[in-house]
């Protein structure tokens, strides 16, 4: 996708070759839809997670709950 965002005629042809066939009134809404999408994504690939660890490595488990304040 270009900087310039997907166009409706784009967003159906991406959609038709996924095997998604979307109807004509949704090109736009879909097209947009996308491009919001795209723009999260983009602020996320931007993050530095540094030595964060996957989710995986967490262990709830250990966690001790105390509710004094």
Do not use: N, Y
Request: proline residues 9%; negative net charge.
């Amino acid at each position: 996708m270009s900087s310039a965002g997907l166009t409706p005629p784009e967003a159906a042809r991406w959609a038709a070759r996924a095997g998604l066939p979307l109807p004509d009134d949704r090109h736009s809404v879909v097209a947009v839809t996308a491009d919001h999408i795209h723009s999260v994504v983009a602020v996320l690939r931007e993050l530095d997670f540094g030595d964060t660890p996957p989710a995986g490595a967490f262990h709830a488990e250990g966690e001790k709950h105390d509710a004094a304040l």
